[in-house]
């Protein structure tokens, strides 16, 4: 009986040491990633309306291309993860080699379209000649910028799946360090440098993401011990694995992109109902992202052990890990959900608008409080334990349905037919999270959910 008891004390252990080891680097990534965007948006906020307009709109060509990126790398950690358990590692190569040359083509050919076709790919945001002017202005500086920060994220994706995430913390700081600081430069001319202005943004992002580029490329071919990765296995590959990445893979992407036009659809709504609605709910979109920084962080982190354990043929070990994660999930959500409410009044009124903003954006930040709850838990289930299982088609299924089934008709009915005030159609927009983690909770039970999606053999 003693020796059970140390079995499972240790067991705990190791859990607590995985998640923490790494969670708190992609936690720190993912709110290097929000200080980077953050600083784009003050410092360009000084030249006005137009620059910020221009630069936000020709930023959404990235959104689309980073949540791709996502998706595919995301989707592959899930067989990383698991050849990474049963410490087979040529199937990790090739994988990795497949995804950044998919990247790299995505990447260029994007590029190629914001250098040959800027004003035509900024059309489709905005008809307004200024911001039209200052949007290609932009488009031709970052386009550069897809290539590089396609490999690189990939790359840096993929090294978490194999426990290494230290190498994206540093990449991602001396790009905000890089950005930062040659926006101050090339925005406003500083230091003799030309006043560039919106093209000086680009430029910098541009700069910033070759450096990140730069630290990770090294790290990976010259510094990194455990894959020894080389130049020549970029050209590896196995019809067997491209066929296993199409299956894991497509859901994510898919699961992505339309999560992300559900969110679009929120900002629609609330456009067409009041100036007032699309101030509020900027700003409890930045409190909530900044709230579920380490849940992410978790969730990111859960995918990896559960693929790993599962990689590794502990079945049972997998299954007591995935429902231990369930509930730390509730008491994150939990404390995240008291931070939101007990800092709430110093965060709102840290915004320059008007009373009339703050207090509509105050009684929603009390739902939005509730929804980080339910995010905890769904985030967890989804992007950790049930992806790390390789059940990405049942992730996908889940978010679409709950998000464009229940969510948006319902938000649209209250705020577009109903006229029912903004509070109502934000509680009904964020009614997903809930189902999900009902239906999520129901899914992780037992062990039916876990699975190998790893092969003995790599047949051509």
């Known amino acids: 009986m003693a020796t059970g008891i140390r079995k499972k004390r240790e067991w705990d252990r190791e859990l607590f040491r995985m998640v923490v080891t790494i969670a708190i680097p992609v936690a720190l990534q993912n709110l290097i990633t929000f200080l980077t965007q953050m ?20 930023t959404q060509i990235f959104n689309v291309y980073s949540l791709f990126i996502y998706g595919l790398a995301g989707g592959s950690a899930v067989l990383t993860a698991q050849y990474w358990g049963k410490k087979d590692l040529q199937p990790v190569k090739v994988i990795v080699a497949t995804v950044v040359r998919l990247a790299t083509a995505v990447g260029v050919l994007l590029t190629a379209a914001a250098l040959l076709f800027p004003r035509q790919l900024m059309m489709i945001f ?12 932009y488009l031709r500086y970052v ?10 994220n990939s790359l840096t994706t993929l090294l978490r799946s194999v426990e290494k995430v230290r190498v994206a913390v540093i990449a991602n700081c001396a790009g905000l360090v890089t950005n930062g600081f040659l926006n101050y430069v090339l925005i406003f001319g500083k230091f003799g440098a030309p006043r560039m202005e919106v093209k000086g943004a680009a430029l910098a992002t541009t700069i910033a993401k070759i450096v990140e580029f730069l630290i990770v490329i090294i790290y990976v071919f010259f510094a990194e011990r455990r894959l020894r990765f080389r130049f020549t296995d970029l050209l590896l590959r196995n019809r067997s694995l491209s066929a296993d990445l199409r299956r894991y893979c497509t859901p994510v992407v898919v699961n992505e992109v339309a999560w992300s036009m559900g969110i679009a659809m929120q900002s629609v709504l609330f456009g067409h109902m009041s100036t007032l609605a699309v101030s509020a709910n900027a700003i409890i979109s930045v409190i909530q992202q900044l709230a579920t920084l ?17 990689g590794e043929g502990k079945v049972e070990l997998a299954a007591r890990r995935g429902r231990t994660m369930k509930y730390f999930a509730i008491v994150m959500g939990v404390f995240a959900a008291l931070l939101i409410v007990l800092s709430r009044d110093m965060m709102v009124d840290f915004y320059n608008v008007s009373a009339e903003t703050k207090a509509l954006a105050k009684q929603m930040l009390y739902l939005t409080a509730v929804v980080v709850f339910f995010i905890s838990n ?7 334990i049930l992806r790390g299982s390789g059940d990405t088609r049942f992730c996908m299924f889940t978010e679409i349905v709950t998000l464009w089934g229940v969510a948006v008709p319902l938000g649209f009915l209250a705020g577009m037919a109903l006229g029912a005030p903004v509070i109502v159609v934000y509680a009904l927009f964020k009614s997903d999270e809930m189902i999900k983690t009902f239906v999520c909770w129901w899914r992780v039970r037992g062990s039916g959910w876990v699975r190998s999606v790893t092969r003995d053999s790599l047949a051509e």
């Open 39 to 58: 600083l784009d948006t003050l410092m360009l906020g000084e030249l006005g309306d137009v620059p910020l307009t221009a630069s936000s709109l020709g």
């Open 126 to 137: 905005s008809s307004d000649p200024a911001v039209l002017d200052a949007g290609v202005d």
């Open 143 to 152: 386009g550069w910028m897809y290539f590089f920060f396609g490999v690189s």
């Open 294 to 310: 380490v849940i992410f962080g978790v969730a990111n982190a859960t995918a990896v052990i559960i693929g790993k354990t599962i």
């Open 378 to 384: 769904s985030g967890v289930s989804i992007v950790g």
